[in-house]
């Protein structure tokens, strides 16, 4: 069964860090592109990050640019684990982090609408709290 689990999620203050994990069971994440979507209330899914096959792909990084400059993705291939490192966090960042799956070794081009579609597997999501 193709699972996707984040943690990581929680409160922060502004200026904080916070890193997010994404644990795969079921599949070999490393097949596929793997992105960073998040969602606040009333607001549409935001594409964050993605980050390519390395074994499939040449493992490339991709951002949005609320988050170039602060995020960085990462993969731990040995853990089936991606991860998203978040700098600088504020208020604004407060939102429900999700990670996906597409059943492709590229990301593909994160600035097309509906960037979401594309993504074939979902986890639940993360809370992420900015606030002081």
């Known amino acids: 069964q193709v699972q996707l689990v984040e943690s990581g999620g929680g409160l922060v203050q502004p200026g904080g860090s916070l890193k997010l994990s994404c644990a795969a069971s079921g599949f070999t994440l490393d097949y596929y592109a793997i992105a960073w979507f998040r969602q606040a209330p009333g607001k549409e899914r935001e594409g964050l990050s993605c980050?390519?096959?390395?074994?499939?792909?040449?493992?490339?990084?991709l951002y949005s640019d609320s988050a170039k400059g602060r995020f960085t993705v990462s993969r731990d291939n040995a853990k089936n684990t991606v991860y998203l490192q978040m700098n600088s966090l504020e208020p604004e960042d407060t939102a429900v982090y999700y990670c996906a799956a597409r059943r492709w070794p590229h990301c593909g081009n994160m600035n097309v609408s509906g960037y979401y579609r594309a993504m074939d597997y979902w986890g639940k999501g993360t809370l992420v709290t900015v606030s002081s």
């Open positions: 980050i390519s096959s390395s074994s499939k792909s040449d493992g490339s990084t």
